[in-house]
C-alpha cells in the first residue's frame, strides 16, 4: 500500500498537466472560406476585359481626332478657294472649268461631312452598346449631332461655319479622351 500513495499522488498531479496540454480549443465550425484562385482570377480578368475595353474605345476616339484634325486642316484651304471661286463667279469673272471644279470641291466637301457624321453615329452606338464605355457615352453623345449641324451647314455653303462646328466635335472628343485615361 506504501507504494500505491506514491504512484496516487503523482497521477493526481500529473493529471491536472494533461488538462492544459491542449492549447487551442477544437469546435465543428469551419473557417470563413476565403475565394478560390479561379474566382480571383476571374475577378482579374474581368478587370482586364475592362481595361482592354477603354483602351480600345481610347484608340477609337483619338483616331476620330487624328481624322478630323486632318479633315479641318485641309478644309480650311478648300473653302478659301470655294469662297474665293464663288466671288469670281457673282462677279463673271471665272471661267466655266472654275465653276466646275468649285462644284467639285463643294460635293466633295459635303461627302466628306457626311462620311465624318456617320463614322461619329458609329462611334456613339459602339460606346452606348459596349457596357464598359457606357460611363463615357454620356460625355459623347451629341458629336454626331454637331457634324451633322457642319453638313447641314455645308449645305447651305457655310463652309467656314461648318469648319467651326467641326472644331467643337473635336473639342468634345478630346474632352472624352481625357476623361478615358
Known amino acids: 500500500m506504501r507504494r500505491i500513495y506514491p504512484i496516487a499522488i503523482a497521477c493526481l498531479l500529473l493529471l491536472p498537466a494533461s488538462a492544459f496540454a491542449q492549447t487551442r480549443p477544437r469546435s465543428t465550425r469551419r473557417a470563413p472560406a476565403r475565394p478560390a484562385t479561379s474566382q480571383r482570377t476571374k475577378v482579374a480578368s474581368e478587370a482586364e476585359n475592362v481595361s482592354q475595353a477603354r483602351n480600345a474605345g481610347a484608340a477609337r476616339v483619338a ?107 473635336v473639342n468634345r472628343l478630346t474632352d472624352v479622351l481625357l476623361e478615358m485615361r
Open 63 to 169: 483616331e476620330q481626332i487624328k481624322i478630323l484634325s486632318r479633315f479641318l486642316y485641309l478644309l480650311g484651304g478648300v473653302a478659301k478657294s470655294i469662297e474665293a471661286a464663288d466671288v469670281a463667279a457673282q462677279r463673271n469673272e471665272a471661267s466655266p472649268a472654275i465653276i466646275e471644279q468649285t462644284q467639285r470641291s463643294k460635293a466633295s466637301v459635303k461627302s466628306s461631312l457626311r462620311n465624318v457624321r456617320e463614322g461619329l453615329d458609329k462611334l456613339e452606338i459602339d460606346f452606348r452598346a459596349t457596357p464598359e464605355l457606357l460611363r463615357y457615352y454620356t460625355r459623347l453623345a451629341g458629336v454626331a449631332s454637331g457634324a451633322a449641324t457642319a453638313e447641314e451647314q455645308a449645305a447651305a455653303n457655310q463652309f467656314d461655319q461648318a469648319g467651326r462646328s467641326m472644331l467643337g466635335v
